[in-house]
């Protein structure tokens, strides 16, 4: 078995969120991968396994559990794949659903890629489930941002959204790891997505991951697919629209990732974002 090393979301290998590819997984069983994955120790790896009609079939594990849809692991595995066989489209399948991919060369010699999540949700968040979240995070309710209300958002995983009212509120994550596991394990959330607003379309992120055994993760592009979703779910930004997500900064790692929302509500979100090998 082959593992490549990829950071997605940045250009710099210091930046951006690392992921492992594994861009021939056949015949590997669950238990081969879960090892595999947590012998990484990256917050996520993808396994990749190839099918007589062209289709990728993926499958995206955590050093703990496997997750049904990572952004990332994806934008890694698309350009690991064009390094490998050249730029242009991919078909995933993957388990929260079909994903396609579009792979770039940028004038700069960068590949980028841009995949389109599954069609997003957005529920409400049970008041129970929201003050027992803000405790784990050791929040209070009168540091969130009344102009984005706390929801739960889907775009191939269940992220749960909640936005401070200051730059500062977000930049101080001291949770209560187990507590915050515990919820998010009961609930099927795979990251808590929270941001902070810094212009209509410019927004700053982190996404706390305890069920996966990592403290927070650099970058994350399905949380970001499924906030996409949540503002245009709420009208919260006027469509079509492009948004800018800042995401790592406060853990050293710094991240770009780029969203596209459509205005049709049927339709899945763009997440856009270089790669480099490590």
């Known amino acids: 078995m082959e593992i490549l090393r990829y950071v997605a979301f940045a250009t710099d290998p210091a930046g951006g969120n690392p992921a492992g590819v594994v861009l021939d997984a056949t015949g590997l069983d669950d238990a081969t991968m879960l090892a595999t994955a947590a012998e990484v120790g990256y917050s996520e ?11 990728l079939g993926v499958r995206y594990f955590s050093p703990l559990a496997e997750v049904p849809f990572c952004g990332h692991a994806t934008i890694a595995l698309a ?5 490998r066989h050249g730029a242009g489209p991919l078909h995933l399948r993957t388990n929260a659903g079909p994903v396609p991919v579009t792979t770039s060369v940028a004038d700069e010699g960068t590949t980028v890629a841009t995949l389109v999540s599954v069609a997003p949700r957005t529920t409400p968040l049970a008041e129970a489930d929201q003050a027992e979240l803000l405790s784990a995070l050791r929040w209070s309710a009168d540091e969130l941002d009344p102009a984005l209300p706390p929801r739960v958002a889907y775009a191939g995983a269940w992220h749960p959204v909640l936005a401070a009212a200051d730059r500062s509120r977000l930049a101080d994550l001291d949770y209560d790891m187990p507590a915050l596991s515990d919820l998010m394990r009961r609930r099927d959330w795979t990251t808590v997505d929270l941001v902070w607003r810094e212009s209509p379309t410019v ?26 979703g949540y503002l245009r779910d709420l009208e919260l930004v006027g469509v079509p629209t492009t948004l800018t997500i800042h995401q790592g ?24 974002g270089a790669a480099v090998r490590i």
Do not use: Y
């Open 45 to 55: 790896t993808a396994f990749v396994v190839s099918s007589d009609d062209g289709v």
């Open 79 to 83: 350009v690991a794949h064009a390094d």
């Open 203 to 228: 927004f700053h992120a982190r996404n706390p991951f305890p069920p996966g055994g990592v403290v927070e993760d650099p970058a994350t592009g399905a949380a970001a697919a499924a906030f996409g």
């Open 249 to 272: 900064d406060d853990m050293g790692r710094p991240s770009v990732i780029t969203v596209s929302v459509p205005g049709d509500r049927d339709s899945g979100i763009g997440i856009t």
